[in-house]
């Protein structure tokens, strides 16, 4: 049986098979559609529910592919999900297995014409609370029953289509949906899988006691399945069994084959790699993060005159002086991998030097209090709120001089994106995709090391470019100027989409692993 992974060369444009002649992939072309049927699969979209970054790329990553491929999305029917469907139409029933329920299928078409399938499981997902967890914060204790049905689901529409639509293809996000390409290559069903890392860290482990109830077969319980320490892994069960794997970065792609990133995992990834089976697209941001579209910012090319403006009312929403000082912002998690405790160690010396600081976020409870403690003690110059508001997000980056990231690891970020469509300076590790998307020295501040020595440097080559107006505004610009839109790797994802039809009718992308 033919290897899929010898017909990718994703990295190096243009796009093609290694060892595929001419007349072979005339042929493909010919049985592939140029619009392959694609169904992307995901935990959180922002249409519905968002949690983090996953849920803007699953909103903005589909549109974007829609010139390239016939893509639908699925997810979960959630509570917030069922509120935000205009309108629901049932359009299929699907069998449980194991101790997975049945469920159903409600399409919904949104304003713009894209189609989203919600898994309609009343007793797994109409609850309060985010998709992961209860108001309480602690994860749901049948997560894996509920994202083994989200990838059951996906994994029977690809067997039997459904709506008059049968995806050529699955593409998979993170491990709530990787079990899919297991239960493709259980069942039989001839349709590739892409599973794109959004997290590493992030592994859907459970007790090897619940294969059962998952239905999947015994025989998968090994290293070359979903065994990972002994215990039951989804995201290796994506690993083992999909077609191709896909980071949000190149530079991720390359880290985590190394011990220090790869979370156990370091040793199948580089073997994917050596296959040419693993390779890194780098996320994008949507067109509403140009300032350009923002009727509050009119000045686009003298952003010191809207900047300004929104720094004036970001000071005023957080009950900060209304000092003409550097304003700094932290919107993140705040939890030890985007350097929680070396934004605190920090703090001080922002305000020491006549900066001001803001914080949004939620995360480890030991940080929230040691930030409103922070807050507490320094009212005049670092502000603090838990929790996280999109909408106040975008007037934080448009106002801030500055947005800081020392991630430890950090898979692609949108944050620095953001950040620089709107002028507002990333000061960030250099590590994934925040050192392929700042341009040290022109658009940003980079350093090598997640400490807080070196945090602190960058801090202060900041505030001298603070000093000097010309300098500033060359660096505003120059972010400005910075594209991150989604067409370059939506094209890339619709091109492995093809190639993956491709391998298939050549025999053999949908095999899973012996």
């Known amino acids: 049986m033919n290897k899929p992974a010898a017909l990718f060369d994703v990295d190096a444009p243009p796009w093609?098979?290694?060892?595929?002649d001419r007349p072979q992939r005339a042929r493909f072309s010919a049985l592939t559609p140029l619009r392959p049927r694609t169904l992307f699969v995901t935990s959180e979209m922002s249409d519905f529910v968002q949690v983090g970054g996953l849920g803007a790329v699953s909103a903005s990553l589909p549109r974007a592919l829609r010139p390239y491929a016939d893509i639908r999305v699925m997810?979960?029917?959630?509570?917030?999900?069922?509120e935000r469907a205009t309108s629901l139409d049932v359009v299929a029933h699907l069998p449980g297995a194991g101790a997975i329920p049945p469920c159903s299928i409600g399409k919904t078409t949104l304003a713009d014409g894209l189609v989203v399938y919600l898994v309609l499981c009343e007793e797994l997902f109409k609850r309060p609370g985010t998709p992961y967890a209860g108001p309480d914060g602690v994860d749901f204790p049948d997560n894996d029953v509920r994202f083994a049905r989200l990838s059951l689901a996906a994994a029977q529409w690809a067997e039997r289509g459904g709506d008059g639509w049968k995806p050529?293809?699955?593409?998979?996000?993170?491990w709530h949906a990787a079990l899919a390409a297991g239960y493709l290559a259980w069942r039989g069903v001839d349709a590739p899988a892409l599973l794109t890392i959004h997290n590493l860290a992030h592994q859907g482990l459970f007790d090897a006691s619940r294969l059962g109830a998952l239905a999947i077969p015994p025989h998968a319980f090994t290293l070359r399945g979903v065994e990972f320490f002994g215990r039951l892994s989804f995201l290796k069960a994506g690993l083992n069994y999909a077609a191709h794997i896909t980071t949000v970065s190149s530079a991720y792609a390359e880290e985590i084959t190394r011990p220090e990133f790869g979370c156990g995992l370091d040793g199948l990834?580089?073997?994917r790699a050596q296959q040419g089976r693993l390779s890194g697209i780098l996320n994008g941001v949507d067109d509403s993060w140009d300032p350009r579209r923002d009727r509050n910012c009119p000045y686009l090319y003298d952003p010191q005159r809207w900047k300004g403006r929104y720094a004036d009312y970001v000071r005023g929403m957080f009950g900060l002086s209304l000092a003409r000082a550097p304003l700094f912002l932290y919107v993140a998690r705040l939890v030890h991998q985007k350097g929680a405790d070396l934004v605190l160690r920090a703090s001080?010396?922002?305000?020491d030097l006549g900066g001001q600081l803001v914080v949004m976020g939620a995360g480890e409870s030991k940080f929230e209090t040691e930030f409103k403690a922070l807050a507490a003690r320094r009212p005049e110059a670092i502000a603090v709120r838990v929790g996280f508001d999109a909408d106040d997000e975008r007037a934080l980056v448009a106002g801030a001089d500055f947005m800081l990231m020392p991630s430890r690891f950090e898979p692609c970020g949108l944050s620095q994106m953001y950040a620089q469509r709107y002028g507002a300076i990333p000061i960030a590790a250099c590590t994934g995709g925040l050192g392929e998307t700042i341009h040290d020295g022109k658009t940003g501040f980079l350093f090598e090391h997640a400490e807080a020595d070196d945090l602190e440097q960058a801090i202060r080559r900041a505030l001298d470019v603070y000093?000097?107006?010309?300098?500033?505004?060359e660096f505003r610009r120059a972010a400005i100027a910075q594209r991150f839109d989604w067409q370059d790797s939506a094209r890339r994802?619709?091109?492995l989409y093809r190639e993956l039809g491709a391998s298939r009718l050549a025999g053999g992308a949908?095999?899973?692993v012996a």
Not at 16 to 20: D, L, S
Not at 75 to 82: F, M, S, W
Not at 168 to 174: G, I, Q
């Open 269 to 271: 990834l580089r073997e």
């Open 75 to 82: 997810l979960p029917g959630y509570a917030q999900a069922l």
């Open 493 to 495: 994802y619709a091109a």
């Open 168 to 174: 050529a293809a699955l593409h998979l996000n993170d």
């Open 348 to 351: 001080d010396l922002i305000a």
């Open 16 to 20: 093609r098979p290694k060892t595929v």
């Open 467 to 473: 000093g000097s107006a010309k300098l500033l505004n």
């Open 510 to 512: 949908s095999a899973a």
